[in-house]
């Protein structure tokens, strides 16, 4: 390998680094314009040099590597708690961003072939479609993980993100990266086609503009004649609870009484939304030896929305699920969801009797595996006030255009342990997510964490209230919102619509984009 090329691969490292500043909570979205660009001004120039398919690989490859090593360095935190697996920590590190980066090392290899340097237009655009795709492909492998789109850059840019209650984080995801990688097409060549072609994707970026503002001013958000308190809390009670035996957990839920201040709401129809594993020996089944604490401090018109674990005897050994249980004031459960997006590594063993074998079986729930909820729909209902909520525990609310339900619900809930991840961009990022699924489906989004950011998220994404990173304390809205979405109603069919507009322009415009 030449000098050259070394330093090539340095280049392409530090820009995949900086990239990672693009996203929550720097949103430092120009940094996008650059990064992007070189890398595809890299591939062209590969290309005309005729470099092999394994140089291909390795510029998207080492790009990706830099990206996820300094967005996602972060999960490494959730292996310091435990003496027993900080040697997985620089395992952590590097081969988890190494792993996720053979999907932009996949899309470079691609470049190889399609990437055309006389055809620029149809080039960019091949590239922003075949980059989208292997994101959405990277949703899927393992259960997926769909984390640091590009498209995330805008969280904190409320108007311009308003598209996605139309199109959904894919399509607005393939938007941006051809959005950032266009001045590439000036940079290489001057032609008129190319301004014209960066011209009229900035009239994109104004119409996207004017339509946030208008949609943001004159929004047909619609507010429910279902007159009832939300309350959620944002904790900081310590992940010791889930390495003691003996774990005060009258104690903790003493805490989460008195930071939810029932007494206040007496007399008055309420939601209490807790974070999710806050009770780490409870479960369904036990959690009425609490009747007497709940019945206290909470009335007959109180419901208390809980992460708790369920058990379950299935096919000759028990079963356990990570769960959202609605409690009345005597700690009764009326209702339940069970996760069905699982954690890799966290929650359950990928590969589970090879990695079995060496050790790492005791990385999952006490050295047992959660096990996927069932395909049930995952609205909890509380007939007696006829409220419907969609549930969603934690790494859940990442996958757009699959919490959605075919039935009707009131108002979305998210709830999550992210003290795993310590006072890191981690859980900025986690809650980004929030923001742009309350804007797809067109609801209001309660989100309560403990060690996390908690919120309350009106349909077009504004924030009404929230709790951030290490504050405690609790948020109540009365005004359960809505509105009608394109995306609500057809999910990720709106992106596959954009990849049939994609091809079309690709193939409309491939005999007359050359110089």
């Not at 952590?92 to 996720?100: D, G, N, Q, R, T």
Request: proline share 3%.
């Amino acid at each position: 390998m030449t000098k050259s090329e070394k330093l090539n691969f340095l280049i392409l490292f530090l820009l995949g680094s900086a990239t990672s500043f693009s996203l929550p909570p720097y949103n430092y979205f120009i940094i996008n314009f650059i990064s992007y660009t070189f890398l595809f001004l890299f591939l062209v120039e590969a290309k005309n040099l005729n470099k092999s398919k394994l140089i291909f690989f390795l510029y998207g490859w080492v790009f990706g590597l830099g990206f996820f090593i300094c967005s996602l360095y972060w999960i490494s935190i959730s292996l310091t708690f435990d003496n027993n697996f900080k040697f997985l920590i620089p395992i952590s590190i590097f081969i988890i961003p190494a792993f996720v980066s053979i999907f932009y090392g996949a899309l470079t290899f691609t470049s190889k072939f399609f990437l055309r340097p006389k055809k620029l237009i149809a080039s960019i655009l091949i590239f922003s479609l075949s980059f989208s795709v292997i994101e959405y492909v990277r949703g899927f492998v393992l259960t997926g993980f769909p984390w640091n789109l590009v498209a995330y850059s805008f969280s904190n840019q409320i108007e311009f993100i308003q598209i996605n209650s139309i199109l959904g984080i894919y399509a607005f995801n393939l938007l941006c990266i051809t959005f950032f990688i266009a001045p590439a097409s000036i940079i290489i060549r001057k032609s008129k086609k190319n301004i014209f072609f960066v011209i009229s994707l900035g009239i994109l970026v104004i119409l996207n503009l004017i339509y946030g503002y208008t949609s943001q001013k004159n929004d047909n958000i619609k507010i429910s004649e279902k007159k009832l308190n939300i309350v959620t809390v944002s904790t900081n009670i310590s992940l010791e609870r889930f390495y003691s035996s003996d774990a005060d957990e009258y104690s903790i839920i003493k805490n989460l009484i008195n930071l939810s201040d029932p007494k206040k709401f007496f007399g008055k129809k309420t939601i209490f939304v807790w974070p999710e594993g806050t009770l780490p020996s409870s479960n369904i089944n036990n959690i009425n030896s609490y009747k007497e604490i709940f019945s206290k401090n909470f009335d007959q018109d109180h419901f208390i929305l809980i992460g708790l674990s369920r058990q379950e005897f299935l096919n000759g050994e028990m079963s356990y699920y990570n769960s959202i249980a609605v409690l009345d004031n005597n700690s009764n459960v009326i209702d339940y969801y069970d996760k069905r997006k699982l954690v890799p590594f966290g929650e359950f063993l990928p590969f589970d009797n090879v990695l079995s074998s060496i050790g790492l079986k005791s990385l999952t729930n006490n050295y047992q595996s959660y096990t996927k909820g069932k395909d049930k729909n995952s609205v909890l209902s509380i007939k007696d006030i006829n409220l419907k909520i969609l549930a969603t525990i934690c790494y859940e609310i990442i996958y757009a255009g699959k919490i959605n339900s075919q039935e009707d619900y009131d108002f979305i809930i998210n709830i999550s342990e992210d003290g795993w991840f310590g006072n890191s961009i981690g859980p900025h990022q986690h809650y980004a997510h929030s923001i742009f699924r309350s804007i797809e489906l067109g609801k209001t989004l309660i989100r309560s964490a403990n060690n996390g950011i908690s919120a309350i998220i009106n349909p077009n994404g504004g924030v009404k209230s929230i709790l951030d990173l290490k504050e405690i304390g609790l948020i109540y809205t009365t005004d359960i919102k809505h509105k009608d979405t394109l995306f609500a109603k057809f999910g990720n069919k709106m992106y596959l619509g954009l990849i049939f507009v994609y091809i079309f322009l690709i193939l409309s415009i491939r005999n007359f984009d050359h110089e």
